[in-house]
Antibody
Framework: QVQLQESGPGLVKPSETLSLTCTVS?????????WAWVRQSPGKGLECIGG???????YYTPSLKSRVTISLDTSNNQFSLRLTSVTASDAAIYFC????????????WGQGTLVTVSS | QSVLTQPPSVSAAPGQRVTISCSGS????????VSWYQHLPGTAPRLLIF???KRPSGIPGRFTGSKSGTTATLAITGLQTGDEADYYC???????????FGTGTKVTVL
């Protein structure tokens, strides 16, 4: 059974870069899935940030696209999120997830990691 | 901000039935599959329904999904106290070219 676990700093300063890592066990990130990030701002719903596939395909939500990079690290079976120029509105619980290509669903999720933006 | 609209909350007594609507548009729900997730704060969201009306193994038949036009619906029958959680619909938006989720619905068992 695949398991995903987020890790990274819980506190980021405004204007700096948020970097998170998702460690995958029970599956290879080179398999035929998208590896994605989803966030939940305080008191709000889920927001997809984007996802990448080992075949080179990727997608990002338009409102974040200019600031986001999601990349795969096959040697460590991890994938990462990089979000630049953060503001208070980027404070959220960040989830990593595995997404089925072409079929619009996420079958496995991490438990999430809380990121606070404050100086 | 979300392109998919859900009622903020629904409630019913144990054993009763609740339905949660997810209203979208021709850019998303009408033309593709819908999924549903159950989320308890502090835990990983759990997939309940995929491809609009299919259940993963381990999800009881009390949870059913359907779709008509631009609206998808999750029904929960035989409501149990363990069903108290937030529920989200999700799908692909062809205009935004990204996955989108609903606004979320809190289910309360009275």
């Amino acid at each position: 059974q695949v398991q995903l676990q987020e890790s990274g700093p819980g506190l980021v300063k405004p204007s700096e870069t948020l970097s998170l890592t998702c460690t995958v066990s029970g599956d290879s990130i080179s398999s035929d899935y998208y590896w994605a990030w989803v966030r939940q701002s305080p008191g709000k719903g889920l927001e997809c940030i984007g996802g990448v596939h080992h075949g080179g395909m990727d997608y990002y939500t338009p409102s974040l696209k200019s600031r986001v990079t999601i990349s795969l690290d096959t040697s460590n079976n991890q994938f990462s999120l990089r979000l630049t120029s953060v503001t208070a509105s980027d404070a959220a619980i960040y989830f990593c997830a595995r997404r089925i290509p072409n079929l619009n669903w996420f079958d496995s999720w991490g438990q999430g990691t809380l990121v606070t933006v404050s100086s | 901000q979300s392109v998919l609209t859900q009622p903020p909350s629904v409630s019913a007594a144990p054993g009763q039935r609740v339905t949660i609507s997810c209203s979208g548009s021709s850019s998303n729900i009408r033309n593709t599959y819908v999924s549903w997730y159950q989320h308890l704060p502090g835990t990983a969201p759990r997939l309940l329904i995929f491809e609009t009306d299919k259940r993963p193994s381990g999800i009881p038949g009390r949870f059913t999904g359907s779709k008509s036009g631009t609206t998808a619906t999750l029904a929960i029958t035989g409501l149990q106290t363990g069903d108290e959680a937030d529920y989200y619909c999700g799908t692909w938006d062809f205009s935004l070219k990204t996955d989108v989720f609903g606004t979320g619905t809190k289910v309360t068992v009275l």
